[in-house]
């Protein structure tokens, strides 16, 4: 077996084939999992080349030395403020209208095509570059989406989907959980926004129609990056179970967060009583991180807030010596130190939070981010909370709940951590690639 193995990582090395990274720069939580896997293409020996539309983490691609192809600026029709869509949670879907019109699809489709041919790339790999789903098959390059699963109609079908409080109103309210979880399940599964204007130029170009959303986010072959256990999905014709390759966290992708933990933190954590970090990525809501971290500062908790983009240094409120501020952190090292995590439920946190075995309270802040909270909801280590309406009393109330049954919450994260696959979901995407490549 041992030989067989090693007969075969010789052969992927020797053929090395070029492969072209697409990942949707304007976002973090997008661009890491494919930094992570052109990174681990390239030390089993395959050949790596990234192609953007620009956004604020390309410097991620440049570290790993790979060239890289500039295209147009996807988001050049947007506001400044809708250009903040990623990382200030404002309206993904109104953007998505504005952003993808016909006039644009257009020209990123002719300019992708013409990039794709020229470089003679074996395989597209691509997050939430939607034009993609046409240029790569007009170009007869074989599409490779990465994609959470809670995203695809295999999950949407498993009836775990739960209505999100951005939809709740003094009329939804009077309904039913079923009634309502049913009505999200089927829009989800048979919702149409963009297959209009993408049909328009997919017909131009010789490529099939698209009947649902759902057939512009999946490629040709789709790669989930989710613990299978977890999801609580069984694999399909349409999704096999080696494409399935498991969570792909940031671990040490930035330099600033690498390293061991500041002095500062380190005092701080030794102070008596419990503690809390408080992160929301950069998908967070700034007003909805504010509102937390006065709540928490009414307490006598121990809290590292974690800021990220979502606030400048001159921004940050004047709060009490048990908030301490900090701009990045080492997550995974926190979180082995604290009590509890207070989070959104973007993929790469929730994985974090759930490889280190400890409780949480979530905000969902989008309809992605209820399927990622959920999953943890049903192991019964977290505590769902609402965005929409946010009280200080429901916060404070759910810290209390978790800390006055802390051993059930710790003891259900733990045996969720155990449960979860320990080979880093890039270094099997990566294997994948080569195979989809020869097929």
């Known amino acids: 077996m041992e030989q067989k193995t090693r007969e075969k990582t010789t052969k992927l090395k020797k053929e090395k084939p070029l492969i072209g990274f697409f990942p949707c720069f304007y976002s973090i939580g997008e661009t890491i999992p494919l930094i992570k896997i052109a990174k681990s293409y390239i030390e089993l020996g395959g050949q790596a080349i990234f192609f953007s539309h620009q956004g604020e983490y390309e410097y991620l691609a440049e570290q790993l030395g790979c060239k890289i192809i500039y295209l147009h600026e996807i988001l050049e029709n947007l506001s400044n403020q809708g250009k903040q869509m990623f990382i200030q949670g404002t309206p993904i879907v109104q953007n998505l209208k504005t952003i993808y019109n016909q006039a644009s699809i257009e020209n990123a489709v002719a300019e992708e095509i013409r990039a794709f041919t020229n470089t003679n790339i074996a395989l597209l790999v691509s997050s939430f570059n939607l034009t993609a789903s046409i240029s790569a098959r007009a170009a007869h390059v074989p599409l490779v989406t990465v994609v959470s699963g809670v995203t695809l109609p295999i999950y949407y079908k498993s009836g775990f ?8 109103n003094i009329f939804t309210k009077l309904l039913p959980k079923s009634i309502k979880n049913y009505a999200v399940q089927w829009f989800l599964l048979h919702n149409k926004m963009l ?9 131009k170009h010789g490529v099939p129609p698209f009947k649902y959303f759902n057939d512009i986010i999946v490629g040709d072959h789709t790669l989930v990056c989710d613990d299978l256990t977890f999801l609580g999905v069984h694999p399909s014709e349409a999704f096999p179970h080696d494409n399935f390759i498991g969570p ?5 992708i930035f330099e600033k967060e690498e390293g061991n933990i500041d002095a500062d933190v ?3 954590l030794k102070k008596p009583g419990k503690t809390i970090v408080l992160i929301m990525g950069s998908t967070g809501v700034k007003n909805l991180f504010l509102q937390i971290v006065d709540t928490l500062n009414q307490t006598e908790y121990n809290v590292i807030a974690v800021y990220t983009n979502l606030l400048t240094s ?3 409120p004047k709060t009490g010596d048990n908030i301490l501020w900090k701009k990045f952190v080492p997550l995974d090292k926190i979180l082995e130190r604290v009590d509890l995590a207070i989070i959104h439920g ?8 759930a490889y280190a075995g400890k409780p949480a309270l979530c905000y969902p802040l989008l309809m992605e981010h209820e399927g990622n909270v959920g999953n943890l909801v049903r192991h019964k280590c977290v505590i769902r909370l609402s965005k929409k309406y946010f009280k200080p009393d429901t916060l404070l109330q759910a810290i209390d709940e978790i800390f006055s049954d802390y051993d059930s919450y710790l003891h259900h994260a733990q045996m969720l951590a155990q449960s979860l696959q320990k080979q880093s979901g890039d270094n099997i995407a990566a294997r994948r690639l080569f195979e989809i490549s020869t097929l």
Do not use: C, S, W
């Open 346 to 353: 973007g993929r790469g946190t929730i994985y974090q939070v």
């Open 195 to 203: 297959v209009k204007p993408f049909n328009k130029i997919a017909k």
């Open 161 to 168: 989907i739960t209505f999100p409080d951005n939809f709740e």
């Open 314 to 316: 001159d921004e940050l």
């Open 248 to 252: 792909i966290v940031g671990g040490n």
């Open 266 to 268: 380190t005092a701080h």
